[in-house]
């Protein structure tokens, strides 16, 4: 039987549906359009349209209905609660977590000159920036990652940049890696929940047609991730970087809150052996948001507003690419 994957109809979308289709073998990809893709075509910024949801809720529908079988997300976007008669049956192995500096000329970061205008729509991207180099100019974007990628070194005044801030792995999926001038390390420039990792989403009770895709590193991290994104309450407009990895048995997750304007942030960090606990993300996730509230993360950025929503607000052509 040829299942079917719904898909956001943008090139990167397209391009992470199509390895999962790949892997599968016998599939075929459907696209489908979002209320979101349409309404951000017209320029309305993410926090206006409701949230990263609105980018998977007809992909939802049209599985809930029968009319595909599979779909496929990027797990950044995907809102944290669950959806009522569906699983996340599977989240292969991750891509590159890490954040893509791309600069006129190949300029890194620091070398910038002060005024310089930097482009990204992720408030947590803003804060980051700020935090490193108050003297510049941050510019809200939007739009896929050619266009963005487009308006670096832009003739057109108005649109022109001297950089962009992007994920490596949209860049990675659509071949796009070869204007970065630098990686940001994640140690120092925590990237979004979930960044760099798919979801494959099933009906309930059908997991089996996929479970071959999971891997278990790339979901214990992930979850551990988004566990502190939904403990923190944390919607698309909160600057929340997290990143987990499972290293010699051991789940290490680090997660770090950053004030709007990026003059302060707050770290907090823990461990856990998976074996000791039933649900070890969860746990961890729950036990490093307790960390960032008991130090005051409530005061320093706007959570509680929109706990239900994921990601950091910077949707680009299929999610990953922000």
């Not at 075929?28 to 951000?40: A, F, K, M, N, W």
């Not at 007809?58 to 009319?67: D, F, I, K, Y």
């Not at 907090?268 to 490093?288: M, N």
Request: charged share 25%.
């Amino acid at each position: 039987m040829t299942l079917r994957i719904g898909t956001r109809g943008s090139a990167l979308a397209l391009a992470q549906s199509g390895q999962v289709a790949t892997r599968l073998g016998d599939a075929q990809l459907v696209p489908i359009s979002s209320e979101g893709d349409r309404t951000q075509a017209a320029g309305t910024p993410l926090a206006q349209l409701g949230g990263t949801g609105v980018f998977v809720t007809n992909l939802r529908q049209a599985l809930l209905a029968g009319e595909v079988d599979v779909i496929v997300h990027s797990l950044k976007d995907l809102p944290t609660a669950p959806a009522e008669g569906l699983e996340i049956a599977a989240i292969p192995k991750r891509a590159d977590a890490r954040d893509a500096f791309i600069g006129r000329d190949g300029v890194k970061l620091a070398d910038l000159p002060a005024g310089a205008r930097v482009g990204t729509g992720s408030p947590r991207r803003r804060a980051q920036l700020a935090s490193v180099r108050p003297d510049i100019e941050v510019v809200d974007i939007r739009g896929n990652i050619d266009t963005r990628l487009a308006r670096v070194g832009a003739d057109d005044p108005e649109r022109n940049l001297d950089a962009i801030v992007l994920a490596v792995a949209g860049l990675e999926r659509l071949d796009r890696l070869h204007p970065v001038s630098e990686l940001l390390s994640i140690s120092d420039w925590p990237t979004a929940p979930g960044q760099g990792a798919l979801a494959v989403e099933v009906r309930a009770g059908e997991g089996h047609k996929v479970a071959k895709l999971d891997h278990r590193p790339s979901r214990l991290a992930v979850e551990a991730e988004r566990t502190v994104l939904a403990a923190l309450e944390a919607g698309c407009a909160a600057p929340v970087g997290a990143h987990a990895i499972l290293e010699d048995g051991l789940l290490f997750l680090s997660a770090r809150v950053y004030s709007l304007d990026g003059t302060q942030h707050l770290t907090a960090s823990h461990a856990a052996y998976p074996e000791d606990e039933k649900d070890p993300a969860a746990v961890l996730g729950r036990l490093v948001a307790e960390d960032l509230l008991e130090q005051g993360a409530a005061d320093l950025a706007p959570l509680g507003a929109s706990g239900a929503l994921h990601g950091d607000g910077d949707i680009a052509d299929g999610g990953s690419a922000s």
